[in-house]
C-alpha cells in the first residue's frame, strides 16, 4: 500500500511518456539521461527503457511491434537499425530522406510509425546554439560517409555551408553516399570527394569533423595535419567519452584550436525527438540546464576562447557556463596579462 501511494505522488501532476532506446549495443547511452531531464524540463514523466537486441532484422521488427502493443510514444533506433528502420516508417521527413536513416520513430494511434532523422538538427544547434559558431558560408572537411555522415549533410547545407569535401577510407561508399544526396534541390551541392592525400590541401577549413569510429578504436581517422586548420577553424568528434578528451579532440587542442565531442549532438538531437514524441519544445532555459548535467561538454569545460585549451576544475567550469562569453573574454584578457 505505501509503494502505491508513493508512486500515486510521484506521478502526480506529470504525463507518462513511455521511450525506448534499441539497439545492440547500448549500455552507455546517455538517452535515458536526457529524456528524463527533458520530462522534468516539462512537467512530463519520462520511463525510459533501454531495449538491446540482437543484430537481427526480424528481432528488431519483433521489439516495434512489442513497443506499440505495451504503449510506448516512441523509440530512440541506434546502429545498425537506422538505415533498415526507414524502410518501416509509412512516412517520413526530408531529413531522413536525405540521410536515408531514421534514428528516432514515433508510434502512430493507427499501427503506423513516422521516422524522423534528428542527429544532424541537433548537430547544427550545438555548434550555433552552445558554442555560437555559424556555419554560414563554412568550408567543411568530413571523415566518414556510414549513417552519421549521411545525416549531417542536408543540415549543414540548410544551415548554409558553402562546401563539404568528404574523406573516406572506402572511395565507393563515399560516391555512393554523394550520389544518393546530389538530387532535386541538392543537385548542384558544393559536395566533393578527396583522395585521402591530405598533405597536398593548401587552404585550410573552418569546420572539421569527425564522423568515424576511429575515436573509440583509440586512432585519428587519417594522417591529419596542421595544414587543415587555421586559427579559428573548429573541429568537432561525434564520438563522446566522459573522461578525457577523445583522440580526435587531443590533435584539435595540440592546435590550439577549438573541439567538442559528440555529447552535445545527444542532447540537442534529443529535443527534436522528444517534441516528436510529446508535441513539447523545451524553453532555452531549459536546454541550458540540461546541458549543465554533462561536464564533459566543451561549452562547459573548457569554455570557447582563451579558456578554450584548459581543462577546468568542476567548480569553476560550472561558474564559466553561468557567465556570459564578454565576461569570459574579459577575465581572459586581464588574465594574460598576469
Known amino acids: 500500500m505505501a509503494s502505491s501511494s508513493l508512486q500515486k505522488g510521484f506521478f502526480s501532476g506529470f504525463a507518462l511518456v513511455k521511450v525506448a532506446i534499441v539497439g545492440i549495443a547500448i549500455k552507455h547511452s546517455q538517452s535515458p539521461k536526457t529524456h528524463s531531464l527533458f520530462g522534468k524540463a516539462t512537467k512530463q514523466k519520462v520511463l525510459p527503457q533501454l531495449h538491446q537486441i540482437s543484430n537481427s532484422q526480424s528481432e528488431f521488427v519483433k521489439k516495434l511491434k512489442e513497443l506499440q502493443q505495451h504503449n510506448f510514444s516512441g523509440a530512440t533506433i541506434a546502429q545498425p537499425f537506422k538505415v533498415f528502420a526507414l524502410s518501416l516508417c509509412k512516412e517520413f521527413s526530408d531529413s531522413a530522406r536525405y540521410a536515408g536513416s531514421v534514428n528516432a520513430i514515433k508510434f502512430n494511434h493507427d499501427g503506423t510509425m513516422h521516422g524522423e532523422n534528428t542527429d544532424g538538427a541537433g548537430f547544427v544547434d550545438d555548434l550555433e546554439i552552445n558554442f555560437r559558431f555559424s556555419l554560414k558560408g563554412k568550408r567543411v572537411l568530413m571523415f566518414g560517409a556510414g549513417g552519421a555522415a549521411r545525416g549531417l549533410l542536408h543540415p549543414l547545407f540548410k544551415a548554409g555551408v558553402a562546401s563539404i569535401v568528404v574523406v573516406n577510407r572506402t572511395l565507393e561508399k563515399a560516391k555512393e553516399m554523394m550520389d544518393d544526396f546530389k538530387t532535386g534541390k541538392y543537385v548542384d551541392a558544393d559536395l566533393s570527394l578527396h583522395d585521402g592525400k591530405l598533405d597536398d590541401i593548401q587552404v585550410p577549413f ?6 568515424t569510429s576511429s575515436s573509440m578504436e583509440k586512432r585519428l581517422p587519417a594522417q591529419l595535419g596542421k595544414n587543415l586548420v587555421h586559427e579559428k577553424s573548429f573541429c568537432y568528434d561525434l564520438f563522446y567519452q566522459k573522461e578525457g578528451l577523445t583522440v580526435f579532440e587531443d590533435w584539435a587542442r595540440s592546435l590550439k584550436v577549438r573541439y567538442a565531442n559528440g555529447i552535445g549532438m545527444v542532447v540537442m538531437q534529443g529535443i527534436y525527438a522528444f517534441a516528436l514524441w510529446t508535441g513539447k519544445k523545451l524553453s532555452s532555459a531549459s536546454v541550458s540546464d540540461v546541458i549543465r548535467e554533462f561536464p564533459f561538454h566543451r561549452a562547459i569545460q573548457p569554455y570557447p576562447g582563451f579558456l578554450q585549451t584548459i581543462t577546468l576544475p568542476p567548480e569553476l567550469a560550472l561558474i564559466a557556463s553561468i557567465l556570459t562569453s564578454k ?10 596579462r598576469l
Open 327 to 336: 565576461e569570459i573574454d574579459n577575465a581572459a584578457k586581464f588574465a594574460a
Open 206 to 211: 573552418d569546420l572539421v569533423i569527425n564522423a
